[in-house]
């Protein structure tokens, strides 16, 4: 009884501290954190990753083409009776037994191939090479996505204490103008028109609460994180805009190391290694086979236990298969060179595009934080007016108002801009570093200049 009492004790304890483990503080993410949660977690960068990982099991199964293979083989074959055959004046005469087992070792080794394996090869390399290109561009949209849902949650946030601090001076305009309604001084509708606009705040309030658990529950999707981990993000210090954006030298540059234009080089060079393999069908291959026999059968005559034989083989006719390989590869590479220049106009579109919105939301974000600052004044002083019996209620909720609003486009604009600045680096063919520093050498020009030593 003392025994069980224990164990009790023990698994109640265990499952205590389990219990005590399981419950995690907040983890707190500032963009360089989510940059790092997302590159180590992300299942749809792993499943990008994984496809360069084929791809060079593929070259591996390609240069196992030049190599000899060893193979064994036994067998068994039971004959109704031991053969034999009738000669006139020699009787019949038998040349093995019914009971034949066999058992033999055998080597072949391809010398020559005609290039075959060498095209294969190229063109399993030139794979691994469009493959990690394609697992670079998806870890660049990938993270991009992750730094907008950071910045988009942020925004949520700043939106919810706009709404918070729009609520506490509606209330207090509430408070202020019912006191003066109970002294006489103001008619009722002061105290009503407050008081509505509160209620107004109170449901915009719920509005930009919902947004903040959308954007969160996006992050948290990216950071591959169970929809009810808790989580907090902290502002990231605003990363300072490239200078010196002239726009032929940047397209120049994204179109020098995007990685989908170096995916589509990987592609045309494997295509040219496809036209090789095409063409090595119709010629000759050489190889070596040679043979050990454990066990012979015994209907085969006695010409010892081994052989060595060199083998030639020529197609003659293969039905057109080779040509129509040909005629395909030919088709692809001029569907591959259609699809560069098609890529390569839409590289400078969003180049452009993502140039001219960085400068967009920079004079949009002056402009933002001018009028802020013009409606706190013009609300201090609407205040200060109503209080002292100069201006009626409605022009001090009209100031608010207009604080509010700009103070939501002033949030909008802030964020808007780190977000426009993730989408520049995006065009340009970059990953965003956390260290968010712009260096000489990270513009445009000054990147080309190193790239040309």
């Excluded at 009971?99 to 072949?108: H, M, Q, R, V």
């Excluded at 990216?222 to 009810?228: E, G, K, M, S």
Aim: net charge positive; charged share 20%; hydrophobic share 45%.
């Amino acid at each position: 009884m003392r025994r069980i009492i224990i164990n009790v004790t023990t698994l109640l304890v265990a499952i205590a501290c389990g219990m005590a483990q399981t419950t995690v503080a907040p983890s707190s993410y500032d963009l360089a954190a989510v940059i790092a949660r997302v590159q180590a977690a992300n299942p749809t960068l792993h499943a990008a990753r994984q496809a360069v990982t084929t791809a060079q099991a593929k070259v591996a199964e390609a240069r196992a083409g030049r190599r000899p293979r060893v193979q064994g083989e036994a067998g068994y074959m039971q004959l109704a009776r031991d053969p034999s055959f009738t000669v006139s004046p020699m009787g019949t005469l038998v040349f093995g037994q019914a009971d034949n087992p066999s058992a033999n070792i055998s080597l072949d080794w391809p010398i020559y191939s005609s290039r075959l394996v060498d095209g294969m090869t190229t063109a399993s390399r030139r794979g691994v090479d469009a493959a990690w290109q394609g697992y670079t561009r998806s870890r660049q949209e990938i993270l991009a996505e992750a730094s907008t849902a950071y910045y988009q949650v942020l925004s949520a946030q700043r939106m919810v204490e706009v709404m918070q601090a729009q609520i506490t001076t509606l209330k207090e305009a509430v408070r202020v103008a019912t006191s003066l309604h109970d002294q006489g001084v103001v008619a009722k509708l002061d105290v009503l028109r407050p008081t509505s606009e509160l209620a107004s705040a109170q449901t915009s309030l719920t509005q930009a609460e919902n947004g903040t658990q959308l954007a969160l529950a996006n992050i948290k999707r990216l950071l591959n994180l169970p929809i009810d981990t808790v989580i907090t993000l902290t502002p990231t210090a605003d990363m300072p805009l490239p200078t010196a954006l002239d726009l032929p030298p940047t397209i120049q540059l994204a179109l020098a190391q995007r990685p989908e234009v170096q995916q589509l080089q990987a592609y045309l060079a494997a295509s040219a290694a496809q036209r090789t393999i095409a063409r090595a069908g119709r010629k000759a291959s050489l190889g070596l086979h040679a043979q050990y026999d454990v066990k012979r059968q015994t209907t085969y005559p006695d010409s010892g236990s081994w052989l060595v034989a060199i083998v030639v083989r020529q197609p003659i006719y293969d039905g057109g298969t080779a040509k129509a390989q040909l005629a395909a590869v030919g088709s692809q590479r001029d569907e591959l060179l259609d699809q560069q220049e098609a890529l390569r106009q839409g590289i400078s579109m969003q180049v452009t595009s993502a140039v001219l919105n960085m400068q967009s939301a920079d004079k949009s974000l002056e402009s933002a934080t001018l009028a802020a600052v013009t409606a706190e004044e013009a609300f201090r002083d609407a205040e200060i007016s109503y209080k002292n019996q100069v201006v009626p209620m409605l022009d001090v909720l009209s100031a608010q108002n207009a604080l509010t609003n700009a103070r939501v486009q002033l949030a909008l604009a802030q964020f808007n801009r780190q977000i426009a600045l993730v989408q520049y680096h995006l065009a340009l063919g970059d990953t965003l570093k956390s260290a968010m520093e712009v260096r000489e050498s990270d513009t445009p020009a000054g990147r080309i200049k190193e790239k040309g030593k």
